[in-house]
C-alpha cells in the first residue's frame, strides 16, 4: 500500500521561512513527477511547485523565485523549500506523486498526502 506524509509546516510569521518534506512509502517502481500542490479555504487545489524525474520543474508564478522543489528519486521523497513567506501563502499545502507505478507492470496513478496546514501571519 502506497502512503505519501508530508511534515514540516506550521505557523510563520511575514517573511519567514518553512521546509515540507514528503515521503512516499509502500511498493514504489517508479514515480513520474513529485512536488506540491495547496488549497486555501474557499479557493480550488492550486499547483505549486513539481518536479519530473529528470529534474525539470514548473513553478507557480506566484511562488517562483520564493520556493525551491527538490526531490530524490531514490528514496521516493521530494521537498519544498518556502521563502519570503506571505500572508497568501497561507493553505493546506499537499504532497503529490503522480505517474506512480508500482511494478513496471502495474498502471501508473496519481496519490496524495494527507495535507499540511502552513500558516503565515503576524
Known amino acids: 500500500q502506497v502512503q505519501l506524509v508530508e511534515s514540516g509546516g506550521g505557523l510563520v510569521q511575514p517573511g519567514g521561512s518553512l521546509r515540507l518534506s514528503c515521503v512516499a512509502s509502500?511498493?514504489?517502481?517508479?514515480?513520474?513527477?513529485m512536488g506540491w500542490y495547496r488549497q486555501a479555504p474557499g479557493n480550488e487545489r492550486e499547483l505549486v511547485a513539481i518536479?519530473?524525474?529528470?529534474?525539470?520543474?514548473n513553478y507557480a508564478e506566484s511562488v517562483e523565485g520564493r520556493f525551491t522543489v527538490s526531490r530524490d528519486n531514490a528514496k521516493n521523497t521530494a521537498s519544498l523549500q518556502m521563502n519570503s513567506l506571505k500572508p497568501e501563502d497561507t493553505a493546506v499545502y499537499y504532497c503529490?506523486?503522480?505517474?506512480?507505478?508500482?511494478?513496471?507492470?502495474?498502471?501508473?496513478?496519481?496519490?496524495w498526502g494527507q495535507g499540511t496546514q502552513v500558516t503565515v501571519s503576524s
Open positions: 503529490v506523486a503522480e505517474g506512480l507505478r508500482v511494478t513496471a507492470l502495474h498502471r501508473a496513478r496519481d496519490y
Open positions: 509502500g511498493s514504489i517502481f517508479s514515480i513520474d513527477v
Open positions: 518536479m519530473s524525474r529528470g529534474g525539470g520543474t
